[in-house]
């Protein structure tokens, strides 16, 4: 039985990890998931999973290196899937240092505690030892609107706090690779969307206020365009990796779903519409009157897209859900969990929300 530590598995692609090895492998494999649960970790998306005897939930955080330490000394560590990082840019470019903290000095305790747990006396690894840093495709800067894609080949060029943040935990995680020839692999992902995602990304924001009939903020003039990948492509892509990874490789994973932010709300809107029942009173307000510019943020990038090449070519994957039937399971999915969604939207979020948008109208 292989025993996988997951870090930050409680928040939205971590948890959807989690569900996705459990749905796949069972009880073959054993879990632990590590999380300090910020605002955006949710022990409510492990719901269905808290009772399993191959499931652990450790609350720590990547920062504790004694905590951490004591995880890969109390358990025989396999596998290590590094999810926990800060993740949001318009909080980064209000509080840069915690997303240091977190994203660069968490990933270089993880990436020494499991060196300390992993390496024997003549500097090798046993076999079945991995460490999987997950990215993202921010850390390579902006792309013109002409066509091109981001390899694994793209100089880093990061605009923001958060993706500056990021591009230095890479760094770190390809250094061990190449001073301690490290066993791992970095994947660099395309935009996350669907079940459990915190809403203060575009998504699952644009849904909660539709359905409430709020405004629907978007940036500048909507055409910033970003790849969408759904989020179990990108769980079976980081598995495929895992297994078949050449080691100290890094794997982009894009969904080929190049689409500009107002063309999203608009999907959005146009589904909603699509698929409230008839008679349900939110059909009177759900429409484009609710889309609302605001101020750009700071260091935008005009867009990303990933060339996926070299995971088809090596590992074989491919994206399999197109944007129309992803955003269709991602809406029947919070219509079926609105008590979720009240409670992640509840108190600090809303604070936080106000801050965010209402003052840059």
Excluded at 30 to 40: H, K, M, P, Q, S
Excluded at 158 to 180: E, Q
Aim: aromatic fraction near 12%; hydrophobic fraction near 35%.
């Amino acid at each position: 039985m292989k025993t996988y530590l997951v870090t930050g598995g409680a928040g939205f692609i971590g948890s959807n990890f989690i569900h996705y090895m459990f749905r796949k492998y069972g009880d073959t494999i054993r879990v632990i998931n590590l999380d300090v649960l910020t605002y955006a970790g949710n022990l409510e998306n492990l719901k269905e999973v808290e009772g399993r005897d191959n499931y652990t939930f450790v609350k720590a955080d990547i920062t504790d290196r004694e905590a951490v330490s004591r995880v890969f000394a109390e358990n025989d560590i396999d596998l290590v899937v590094h999810f926990a990082a800060e993740s949001h840019v318009d909080r980064s470019i209000r509080n840069p240092e915690v997303f240091v903290r977190t994203n660069v000095l968490g990933t270089a305790v993880m990436l020494n505690c499991a060196r300390a747990a992993w390496e024997k006396e003549d500097g090798t690894y046993p076999e079945g030892k991995k460490f999987l840093h997950v990215s993202t495709d921010e850390v390579y800067g902006s792309l013109e609107e002409d066509g091109t894609f981001f390899y694994e080949t793209t100089p880093y060029a990061p605009h923001s706090p958060y993706s500056a943040s990021k591009a230095s935990s890479d760094l770190l995680v390809k250094s061990y690779i190449d001073t301690y020839k490290f066993p791992a692999n970095i994947t660099n992902c395309s935009n996350n969307y669907g079940p459990y995602q915190f809403p203060e990304k575009l998504i699952p924001l644009i849904i909660n206020n539709a359905l409430q009939g709020k405004k629907l903020p978007v940036y500048g003039d909507g055409k910033n365009v970003r790849d969408w990948l759904y989020v179990d492509d990108h769980a079976k892509g980081i598995d495929m990796v895992l297994k078949k990874g050449r080691p100290g490789e890094t794997y982009n994973i894009g969904g080929h779903n190049e689409k500009q932010n107002i063309e999203i709300v608009n999907i959005i809107l146009e589904t909603l519409q699509e698929m409230l029942p008839a008679g349900d009173p939110r059909r009177s307000y759900v429409s484009k009157d609710l889309i609302t510019y605001v101020e750009d943020r700071k260091g935008h990038d005009r867009r990303y897209a990933i060339a996926p090449d070299k995971i088809r070519t090596e590992i074989g994957w491919e994206p399999e859900t197109m944007f129309a039937d992803g955003i269709r399971k991602t809406i029947a999915w919070f219509f079926e969990h609105e008590e979720w969604m009240k409670h992640v939207t509840s108190g600090a979020y809303q604070k936080y929300y106000d801050e965010m948008y209402t003052d840059r109208s």
